[in-house]
């Protein structure tokens, strides 16, 4: 198991309403064997639900963390 951490922009969004300093993140659970599976599996869950959100504007990930949880 695995606390995995997506951290993206909305960069269309920004153009609006001003850069944010810090991307968002958006904390979550993965089961996976290794880190390189939990960081595949959290970005596929990532990117579903921002296909399942009414959210208008684009969101791109700059990065991701996991770390194996205790």
Known sequence: MFDVTVFYRE???ELRAGAKAE???HP???Q???EA???RRATEMFNAEVQRSSIGWVREIV???AVPKL
């Open 32 to 34: 996976a064997a290794d």
């Open 23 to 25: 991307p968002y993140a």
């Open 11 to 13: 960069p269309t969004y």
């Open 37 to 39: 599976e939990a960081v």
């Open 63 to 65: 990065s991701v963390r």
């Open 28 to 30: 979550c659970e993965v």
